[in-house]
């Protein structure tokens, strides 16, 4: 049988670069790399039924909606293949209404937020709204796109307009966060966890925006919470590889308001307007790539 150091399965244009960065640098650094993609979708999973091929570490980038790579988390986890991110814990941070209700049992700091099944009535849900001041936020309960969310919904109606257009599915009605304003920033970041390191960026939510948070900027302006926050969202979530959104309120603390993404976007500032800062990502390539090389190494011993 032949062992790859990391297995990487893609199937989005927008992570090519990406996974050809994990690939040259595993490469460089003396591993073997295996990229699955749809032209050796159905050959990969021979080989692995086989015994031909298995992977020590496997980074899963597929969409959960894609018809051909959705079962694919299932198989691979049948074969006992060790993941940066396990399916399990995956699919569980995609319930945002789960993850809503873990997060405060662990004293994280989420927004007011209620829940909206599609089986109740308007007047139940009438009730319901009016818990969270307006205007609020609108969001599908299940899914990390940013598909069907409405950013200053007002009332029934636009909950209503939404059922109409996406279908009958669960959404949130969750707290409008207004974050304090920091040397004319929004104090609104966004955090990328991977294997142990935290990469923390501002993020503009409406100018879709990234910068790099440096540490001298953490210091000055006393954002030291946003690394417990983070370390403790890691040990709930369960999860190895994943972005967070976090903001600072008038009364100077945080608030986690968009829970976890355990795919984060993974583009360039150099390439795309929405992109991460270049340096933030060389950053998680190296990280993955080095506990992919530990790995490797413990294996050999």
């Keep these: 049988m032949e062992i790859f150091d990391l297995g990487i399965a893609w199937d989005c244009e927008y992570d090519n670069e990406f996974v050809e960065g994990l690939n040259n640098y595993a490469l460089k650094e003396g591993l073997k790399p295996y990229l699955l993609h749809a032209y050796n979708f159905y050959a990969t999973l021979k080989d692995i039924t086989e015994g031909n091929i298995s992977f020590r570490l496997f980074l899963d980038r597929t969409s959960k909606d894609d018809p051909v790579f959705s079962g694919l988390p299932d198989f691979l986890k049948r074969k006992a293949i060790v ?12 319930d945002k209404f789960k993850t809503h209700f873990k997060f405060r049992s662990h004293d994280i700091p989420v927004p007011k937020t209620v829940l909206l099944r599609p089986e109740e009535d308007k007047k139940t849900l009438e009730l319901k709204i009016k818990f969270v001041s307006k205007p609020f936020i609108l969001k599908p309960a299940d899914g990390s796109s940013g598909e069907g969310v409405v950013l200053d919904a ?7 307009r939404l059922k109409e257009q996406f279908g009958n599915t669960a959404y949130l009605v969750q707290e409008k966060i207004t974050p304090i304003n920091l040397e004319n920033k929004p104090a609104w970041f966004r955090v990328f966890y991977c294997l142990g390191k935290i990469n923390p960026c501002w993020w503009n939510p ?6 790099i948070l440096t540490i001298k900027e953490i210091y000055r302006f006393g954002l030291y919470d946003i ?3 983070t370390k403790m969202i890691h040990t709930v979530s369960g999860l190895d590889f994943f972005s967070v959104e976090m ?7 945080f608030i986690v308001v968009d829970y976890v993404n355990d795919q984060p976007d993974m583009r360039k500032k150099s390439k795309f307007n929405g992109g991460l800062p270049d340096e933030i990502i060389d950053k998680i390539i190296g ?4 506990f992919v090389k530990q790995k490797q190494e413990k294996a050999k011993k």
Excluded: V
Excluded at 154 to 160: G, Y
Excluded at 206 to 211: F, K, S
Excluded at 287 to 290: E, H, K, R, T
């Design 206 to 211: 409406l100018a879709r925006i990234y910068d």
């Design 287 to 290: 990280n993955i790539i080095a």
């Design 227 to 229: 690394w417990w926050l």
């Design 83 to 94: 993941f940066i991110n396990h399916p399990n814990n995956a699919k569980k941070s995609t």
């Design 154 to 160: 007002q009332s029934l109606d636009d909950i209503l």
């Design 247 to 253: 903001a600072m309120r008038s009364n100077e603390k």
